[in-house]
């Protein structure tokens, strides 16, 4: 069975950081392609970010540049660094195996506010 557990979100003020985690199991993460996605209040979901096995990796525009995805196959984990973030993240943020977002955690809430 898939298990994603997000970890790290919280309330940043504008230009702060935070650092998502996503542990997984139950499938090879090594050999998985990994998803980041979000969905803003009241919207729905949007690709944020994705990373291969072997690190490559992709990007939305408005994330580009601020936010970098990772990973640690060794130990299934995968991340998402964001900075100099807006209030336009506020979101609740998702890690996703393969590009089925349905195969998707509970989430982590990143709220952004002043």
């Known amino acids: 069975e898939v298990q994603l557990v997000e970890s790290g979100g919280g309330l940043v003020q504008p230009g702060g950081s935070l650092r998502l985690s996503c542990a997984a199991s139950?499938?090879?993460?090594?050999?998985?392609?990994m998803t980041w996605i979000r969905q803003p209040p009241g919207k729905g979901f949007e690709r944020v970010s994705n990373i291969s096995p072997s690190g490559n990796t992709f990007y939305a525009e408005d994330v580009k540049g601020r936010f970098t995805v990772s990973r640690d196959n060794a130990k299934s984990m995968l991340y998402l660094n964001l900075n100099s973030l807006k209030t336009e993240d506020t979101a609740m943020y998702y890690c996703v195996k393969g590009t089925n977002w349905a195969d998707r955690g509970q989430g982590t809430q990143v709220t952004v506010a002043s």
């Open positions: 139950g499938f090879t993460f090594g050999a998985s392609y």
